[in-house]
């Protein structure tokens, strides 16, 4: 494991001590998770991919896009996926007020039935943790696939992402056009990776 992984693990288990960064199994588990859409072709494009891996997986969803794709927000539901509460505008914790921080939560609330909540970027104070912890669960990660970072090749994202892989391990995608070209060949190459080691493509359940 890098240093900088381990630390941030570190950090995540000391002031965020109930959000989850990793399902703790010794199953070969893992837990696909997708950020930012839906997306009118992207999102359908990945959730066909799913299905023929027999893959469940959970969605990170922003508000402002379940209202214009409101049918693939139902797809997602209907096919068994998780859903996931990533905020309505995609603000920063670190930069925002509060009050609008929150705010912004609620509004994608009114699209967006969940109880997990993901912070954009992963960054939240400590003090909205404290306050976003009564009403949702924090969902964070261990395994970035930094797909998001267009200076990166999709092969890069995958070697970067297999070697830090652990059962039980949440891995972090995006259904967004920024992240397309990596993720066109990485989600493909991914599932096809671990189903040949036998892991089971798992949704983050209700706990
Ligand atoms: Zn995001």
């Not at 893959?55 to 379940?66: E, T, Y």
């Not at 068994?80 to 509460?85: P, R, V």
């Not at 970067?160 to 993720?183: W, Y």
Request: with cysteine; aromatic share 16%; proline share 3%.
């Amino acid at each position: 494991m890098q240093m900088r992984d381990s630390f941030l693990t570190w950090i995540l288990n000391n002031f965020y001590k109930e959000s989850i960064t990793r399902i703790s199994t010794t199953e070969n588990k893992l837990y696909l998770t997708f950020d930012d859409g839906p997306h009118a072709t992207i999102t359908p494009w990945v959730l066909d991919l799913l299905k023929t891996y027999n893959a469940k997986a959970s969605f990170f969803c922003l508000g402002k896009n379940v209202a214009t794709n409101s049918e693939i927000y139902q797809r997602i539901k209907n096919e068994g996926h998780t859903i996931g509460n990533h905020s309505y505008s995609h603000f920063n914790g670190f930069t925002t007020g509060n009050k609008k921080y929150y705010n912004d939560i609620e509004q994608a609330a009114k699209e967006i039935q969940s109880k997990f909540y993901r912070p954009p970027y992963g960054s939240i104070t400590p003090f909205q943790y404290q306050h976003l912890k009564k009403q949702y669960r924090i969902v964070m990660w261990d395994v970035i696939t930094w797909d998001f970072d267009t200076t990166r090749t999709w092969q890069q994202c995958f070697d970067n992402t297999i070697k830090q892989v652990q059962p039980g391990s949440l891995v972090v995608m995006h259904d967004s056009e920024k992240a397309f070209g990596r993720l066109e060949k990485l989600l493909p190459q991914l599932l096809e990776y671990y189903s040949q080691r036998n892991f089971i493509f798992d949704n983050i359940k209700t706990q």
